[in-house]
């Protein structure tokens, strides 16, 4: 008894250390490449299968070969972790920039009464992209596309909206739907894809054009930060009306959109709102107009009273009198938009993301085990819980690559398709004194040797959102 006692009291006390220490390593988990799921099998998917279609461009290519998509059904995709990860800090940005203007973020049902389309009138102007239902009871629903019906219904129901609360900017960041007849092109045209809607209210016309201008302004401020090279173009109304409108693009051979760009000022616009072989800039007169394609990311509306009107969405004026808001909408294809950067920055071998989205900023290669600077190994384990020790905003940004069985120049391969954009190699030159860590930049295609502290200080300058 007194052997089982003591035996007991033993086993008690390795289960609460084994216990704590798993609670210890459960507080600061090291991100292991092996424990990411991003399955093989997932990524080689047959040209001719029905799902993926035709691989026929870069990103979409990429996307399916590293394991960050996968088809499920035509023009509609799971996002694997790595994506959305991305996706978070893209919206997390997007969010910075839309709540940087006086943006409110809310959510909108995606089912959406066939009652509110049919009174904008929409409800057979949408023809067969609109996604369209019946319920139990046989009332007519669509999935949304877009949401200009749901928030001026949602505006008007506010008896005591005042003058003082205008400019009202409201926006969501949601899954669209459009039944394309032809989904192609990876997450740059589907079924199904995740998109930022803005709606602005406003006093007046001439105070509708500031909100418009503002909003304009933050595009090019988003894409500035995300490194992309963005023309905002005029553009057509098309179904969504208004009087004014413009396109925000990203150049690119792939781009399914014809732009006219002139060489001697500033005018850009879509050729859809050109007569046709126009070739001199219309605004400057003596510019020749330059053809070029693009990738649609963002769609900018000043929609007047089209809605307000209908709906009957007015606000108090100065003289205490109904007045109708003057509106406009403000459109960011989020998925597209991630799609796209790839598109534009990667090479035909390996992702390259804006650095404030990539969904893991550094990567950390130890050596191969069994080899002659395997004792470097340990130096890698610490190297990853020393960064993320020193830079907090790091923190959850930091791999290690602990597949040591295989070699380095393998992981190294993998890591470039997949655009971690800094991958450490800790190999034997980390094992003099002093240490210094080889550091591949992916985004600029530099490889530095560089001391601890050379490392810190590069590091240190990695913005993270």
């Known amino acids: 008894f007194a052997w089982s006692s003591a035996f007991f009291r033993a086993a008690s006390a390795a289960a609460f250390c084994c216990s704590s220490s798993i ?23 047959g040209q001719d299968s029905r799902l993926s279609g035709e691989m026929t461009c870069k990103s979409q290519r990429l996307m399916h070969q590293a394991g960050l998509i996968h088809p499920f059904s035509p023009g509609c995709y799971v996002y694997l972790p790595a994506t959305v990860r991305s996706m978070e800090k893209l919206m997390r940005v997007i969010d910075q920039e839309m709540q940087g203007i006086g943006g409110q973020k809310l959510d909108m049902p995606s089912l959406c009464s066939a009652d509110l389309w049919r009174t904008s009138e ?8 609109l996604f369209r239902l019946k319920d139990r009871h046989g009332a ?38 459009r039944d394309e007849p032809k989904p192609k092109f990876g997450l740059l045209r589907g079924r199904e894809f995740y998109m930022k809607d803005m709606y602005s209210f406003d006093v007046s016309e001439e105070a509708a054009q500031q909100t418009y201008g503002s909003v304009c302004q933050a595009y090019i ?10 023309v905002q173009v005029q553009a057509d109304t098309g179904n969504i009306g208004g009087t004014l409108s413009h396109e925000f693009q990203l150049p690119t051979d792939v781009g399914e959109d014809r732009l006219l760009l002139c060489g001697n000022c500033s005018f850009s616009a879509n050729v859809e709102t050109l007569s046709s072989g126009t070739t001199h800039c219309p605004q400057c007169k003596t510019g020749a107009l330059v053809e070029s394609k693009g990738i649609e990311v963002g769609h900018t ?157 590069l590091l240190g300058k990695v913005e993270t959102v």
């Open 122 to 129: 929409r409800w057979d102007l949408m023809g067969k992209e």
């Open 221 to 230: 401020q988003l894409f500035t930060r995300l490194g992309l090279r963005c």
């Open 140 to 177: 007519d629903y669509c999935l949304g596309p877009t949401h200009e019906e749901a928030v001026t219904t949602l505006v008007a129901h506010q008896a005591t909206l005042s003058y003082r609360q205008l400019p009202l900017l409201l926006y969501q960041i949601t899954r669209k739907f």
């Open 301 to 457: 509306f000043y929609l007047g009273k089209k809605y307000s009107s209908v709906f009957k969405a007015t606000f108090s004026n100065p003289q205490n009198k109904p007045s109708v808001t003057e509106m406009g909408c403000y459109g960011l294809g989020v998925s597209r938009i991630l799609a796209a950067a790839i598109e534009v920055l990667s090479t035909d071998e390996g992702i390259r993301w804006p650095g404030l989205i990539a969904p893991y900023q550094i990567c950390v290669l130890p050596p191969k085990k069994g080899s002659k600077v395997e004792g470097a190994a340990v130096l890698a384990e610490e190297l990853v819980d020393s960064l993320g020790e020193d830079f907090p905003h790091l923190r959850g940004e930091i791999v290690l690559d602990d597949r040591t069985q295989m070699t380095i120049g393998k992981r190294l391969k993998d890591a470039s398709r997949l655009g971690y954009p800094y991958v450490i190699v800790v190999g034997e030159a980390a094992l003099q004194n002093p240490p210094t860590f080889e550091v591949i930049c992916q985004q600029t295609a530099e490889t530095l040797f560089l001391s601890k502290d050379g490392l810190l200080d």
């Open 23 to 45: 609670y210890t390593t459960s507080r600061k988990p090291r991100l292991l490449v092996s424990r990411l799921y991003q399955p093989s099998n997932l990524r080689d998917v």
